[in-house]
Nanobody, 119 residues
Framework: QVQLAESGGGLVPPGGSLTLSCVIS????????MGWYRQAPGKERELVAR????????YADSAKGRFTISRETNGETTMYLQMNSLKPEDTAVYYC????????????WGQGTQVTVSP
């Protein structure tokens, strides 16, 4: 089993910034890909950004140029999503997700963190 713990959500005005964090209870060497998804009310969950085990990142068109995904290992594996120039349409619950290899192979999801962009 892999535990994912998101943090960093909140209320921010349009044009503002937030950084989301996700602490992952697995060594980065066992993670094939990690990413951020979001789900707005009444909409399907959608990919925002993901980063592979080779460090290659890709973004949804809506996130390109505004969001940056990154990761670090410092005793634990943490993934970040730096969000700039936020828009009201970015309002959603943001989830971190990983696909783990080896023991416990499969997809894992965090509980989600609410991001609200409003004046």
């Amino acid at each position: 089993q892999v535990q994912l713990a998101e943090s960093g959500g909140g209320l921010v005005p349009p044009g503002g910034s937030l950084t989301l964090s996700c602490v992952i209870s697995a060594p980065i060497s066992t993670i094939f890909v990690m990413g951020w998804y979001r789900q707005a009310p009444g909409k399907e969950r959608e990919l925002v950004a993901r980063i592979g085990n080779d460090g290659t990142a890709d973004y949804a068109d809506s996130a390109k140029g505004r969001f940056t995904i990154s990761r670090e290992t410092n005793g634990e594996t943490t993934m970040y999503l730096q969000m700039n120039s936020l828009k009201p349409e970015d309002t959603a619950v943001y989830y971190c997700n990983v696909y783990k290899l080896s023991v416990g192979r499969g997809y894992y999801w965090g509980q989600g963190t609410q991001v609200t962009v409003s004046p």
